[in-house]
């Protein structure tokens, strides 16, 4: 069974406005396991998000390869999104407003270099995510994807140097595997990336 197909078989009721604030300003994700899968909805969104801008008007230079390669990570952020947001039904939260700024996306090794570090942070994201789901489909669609990402982040790496698709900017060097990080530390690197705050207070270790 597919993970679009378990999708429509686990989406959750109707309990939550997806446009609740916290006091602060911040997106409530939810709890539970909500909150962990809005979590990773934010994280395929601001990918999704990029990757389109990408493909929009590619850079100088880009050549038929790395175009394919491009669309093909795209389109498969694009099933993760949507994966997502039919599992979490109407406690989805809403579209994020994102922020490239400091991007040059006329120019090749921005592009790259922001897209690696984009992929590098989100596998780790999703490293350290798994944890905070109770659901065994859940954290079956987690560690599923965390592996789709982590190819992403070796090709996009490939193209900017070869071979340095496993370095130790990204693998923990004691244990040898790649590099966890929790949503609370994941956040102060994904924040830039979007115009609101996330609120991860509510994630729970299952």
Known sequence: ???????????????????????????????????????????????????????????????????????????????????????????????????????????????LNAARDIKDLMVSAYNGLGVYCSDSIHLGFIGKIASVEARHASVIREMLLPNSFADVSIINPVSGVDIARSPTDALMLIHPYIHQKLNTDKLQLA
């Open 1 to 111: 069974m597919g993970l679009a197909t378990l999708a429509l078989l686990v989406g959750s009721g109707c309990r939550r406005d997806p446009d609740t604030l916290e006091p602060d300003g911040s997106i409530d994700l939810g709890s539970g396991d909500v909150a962990a899968l809005n979590f990773a909805y934010a994280i395929e969104q601001i990918e999704t998000a990029f990757f389109e801008q990408v493909l929009n008007s590619f850079y100088a230079g880009s050549n038929a390869s790395e175009q394919a390669a491009f669309l093909e990570i795209l389109s498969h952020d694009q099933a993760h999104a949507a994966l997502f947001r039919a599992v979490l039904r109407s406690e989805a939260i809403g579209s994020l407003s994102m922020d490239f700024s400091g991007i040059d996306f006329s120019n090749r090794a921005s592009v």
